[in-house]
T-cell receptor, first 110, second 113 residues
Framework: SQQGEEDPQALSIQEGENATMNCSYKTSINNLQWYRQNSGRGLVHLILIRSNEREKHSGRLRVTLDTSKKSSSLLITASRAADTASYFCATDEGYSTLTFGKGTMLLVSP | KAGVTQTPRYLIKTRGQQVTLSCSPISGHRSVSWYQQTPGQGLQFLFEYFSETQRNKGNFPGRFSGRQFSNSRSEMNVSTLELGDSALYLC????????????FGPGTRLLVL
């Protein structure tokens, strides 16, 4: 069953703008991950944040985690057309497997 | 290092047939997980193998099965195919547990007619 839920379902922005996606989950987690998928291909791991971390950066990506609100956000700064993709959060939520949300489709227009 | 490879990339089958998909993980990775992705249900976990043992199984019927070999390569099999089995099947490997960073292959797109 889908545990992580991304919001919004779709996001359309111009190149150079920032994109923010949110993920909410239901139970306690050990870690939360974000993945990107380009047009029906395999997923690419972007970043993993552990439950005892509040913020993590990787290049133009910033991820925050608020365990009290059971939510995470992914910020992509200075978006490029190549960032056009679907973005998924994945959580373990106490299980020994990952469960993925349905994703946010990001469209970055030149 | 070579990435995760999946074969075949595309497959067309008819209802009632069976299919076998193959996944070769990144060298040194011992955990292989399989997912089914459809527009309606999204990404759903099928099963995870570690050191040739099935460690976890998702909520799928017994028609879906898999195995892992001693070199960590994995196969999944779907018997008596149904139209609803049309999907992108993704394999992912990780060093140890399936809840750590997973590296995905390009997927096998299965169409059941």
């Amino acid at each position: 069953s889908q545990q992580g839920e991304e919001d919004p379902q779709a996001l359309s922005i111009q190149e150079g703008e920032n994109a923010t996606m949110n993920c909410s989950y239901k139970t306690s987690i050990n870690n939360l991950q974000w993945y990107r998928q380009n047009s029906g291909r395999g997923l690419v791991h972007l970043i993993l944040i552990r439950s005892n971390e509040r913020e993590k950066h990787s290049g133009r990506l910033r991820v925050t985690l608020d365990t009290s609100k059971k939510s995470s956000s992914l910020l992509i700064t200075a978006s490029r057309a190549a960032d056009t993709a679907s973005y998924f959060c994945a959580t373990d939520e106490g299980y020994s497997t990952l469960t993925f949300g349905k994703g946010t489709m990001l469209l970055v227009s030149p | 290092k070579a990435g995760v490879t999946q074969t075949p990339r595309y497959l067309i089958k008819t209802r009632g047939q069976q299919v076998t998909l193959s996944c070769s993980p990144i060298s040194g990775h011992r955990s292989v997980s399989w997912y089914q992705q459809t527009p309606g249900q999204g990404l759903q976990f099928l099963f995870e193998y570690f050191s040739e043992t099935q460690r976890n199984k998702g909520n799928f019927p017994g028609r879906f099965s898999g195995r892992q070999f001693s070199n960590s390569r994995s196969e999944m099999n779907v018997s008596t195919l149904e139209l609803g089995d049309s999907a992108l099947y993704l394999c992912a490997s990780s060093l140890s547990a399936g809840t750590e960073t997973q590296y995905f292959g390009p997927g096998t797109r299965l169409l059941v007619l």
